[in-house]
Every structure is written in C-alpha cells, then in structure tokens.
C-alpha cells in the first residue's frame, strides 16, 4: 500500500538578519577554497525553520530530536538558533550552531562536485565535518 503525503502549505518570509548572513558568507568562501571552486551563481541559500512540526512536515516523516539540519542541493534547512533547545535534544552553543550550518552548506558543495550524488556517504558526511570544523569540536575519532 502506497503511503498518501499530507498536503502541506508554508509561508515563507525573507529575513533580514546578519547573523545567519554572516554565517553563510565565510562558509561560502572557507568552502570555495577547500573545494576549489569559485560558486558565484545560484549560492546556497538558508531556510530558518521555527519548530519540530515544521521540520517533521518538511521531512514528511516524524523526525527524531537530534535532526536539526539538513540540505537539498543548494538549500539548507536548520532549525532556528531561538528554538534550538526547546525543539531539540541539543544545547545551544554559538560555535557549535556556527558548525552545523557551515557542515550543512558543506553538502552543498559536495552535490555540485559529485553531480548530484551523495555516496558515497560515509565521504559525504566525512568531508562536512572536516571542512566545517565539527571534528575539531569532539574528542573522537
């Protein structure tokens, strides 16, 4: 039996907010020089998501507590700074949310090097925590 998507609608609003620009541009260009290349057209672009709900309606599925970002080509999703620990299981620390969008981001660059194709995802996920500094943030291999 063919599971039926729910009808969703969104409201999606343009925010004028530094923070998340600042954000995004030292990731673009920290990242332009770890893949070489010189992305000028078409950047990846931030989508502030407010709540759980919304991110397990965009996801069409229940999401577990640790989702909080994630990216579809060019467009990354992550979940608002402002309701960082009431939605999720994670605490909220500036460099640690700084991390995840610019590992977020990362993917971005990998989906244009690798044509689209996100294996294999061990060297997906490997190379978006290198480039955004997250391996630096854990004592772990």
């Known amino acids: 039996m063919i599971k039926k998507e729910p009808l969703a609608v969104y409201k999606i609003d343009s925010i004028d907010n530094k923070y998340y620009?600042?954000?995004l541009k030292e990731s673009i260009d920290d990242l332009n020089k770890f893949y070489e290349i010189n992305w000028q057209h078409h950047l990846p672009r931030i989508i502030v998501v407010s709540n759980r709900k919304t991110i397990d309606q965009l996801k069409n599925t229940n999401t577990e507590s640790w989702v909080v970002g994630w990216s579809e080509g060019r467009t990354v999703y992550i979940l608002d700074k402002d309701s960082f620990e009431k939605e999720s299981n994670h605490k909220?620390?500036?460099?640690?949310?700084?991390t995840l969008i610019k590992h977020e981001i990362s993917h971005s660059f990998y989906h244009i090097l690798s044509n689209g194709q996100y294996k294999p995802?061990?060297?997906?996920?490997?190379?978006?925590?290198?480039?955004?500094?997250?391996?630096?943030e854990n004592n772990r291999i």
């Open 121 to 136: 995802a061990w060297l997906n996920e490997g190379v978006a925590i290198f480039t955004s500094g997250q391996n630096e």
């Open 21 to 23: 620009e600042n954000i």
């Open 92 to 98: 909220f620390k500036p460099e640690t949310y700084y």
